[in-house]
């Protein structure tokens, strides 16, 4: 069984700077797919990032150009940075694994721009 925790998250200023990681308990191995998603209050929740398992990449449209999502299966973690933010990203993000079709979920860290 694999958990899922995530670091990272804190205030930053508009147009910052910030890494989340997500460090998981059991190993990550090839077949797995990892994703960023996010929630902000009133909203629901939106995958912000993925990396498939051959390594393929995806965005949500307003990430694109300023998020990078990178996996490190050797240290099973799995890492969002995240550049000149705004407030608008401003949420609660949530690791995710994708093994066989079942979803693990990290606990979430919150992620709060503002001047």
């Known amino acids: 069984q694999v958990q899922l925790v995530e670091s990272g998250g804190g205030l930053v200023q508009p147009g910052g700077s910030l890494r989340l990681s997500c460090a998981a308990s059991?190993?990550?191995?090839?077949?797995?797919?990892m994703g960023w998603y996010r929630q902000a209050p009133g909203k629901q929740r939106e995958l912000v990032a993925g990396?498939?398992?051959?390594?393929?990449?995806k965005y949500v449209d307003s990430v694109k150009g300023r998020f990078t999502i990178s996996r490190d299966n050797a240290k099973n973690t799995v890492y969002l940075q995240m550049n000149s933010l705004n407030p608008e990203d401003t949420a609660v993000y949530y690791c995710?694994?994708?093994?066989?079709?079942?979803?693990?979920w990290g606990k979430g860290s919150l992620v709060t721009v503002s001047s």
């Open positions: 990396i498939t398992s051959d390594g393929t990449t």
């Open positions: 059991g190993s990550i191995f090839r077949g797995d797919a």
């Open positions: 995710n694994l994708k093994r066989y079709g079942m979803d693990f």
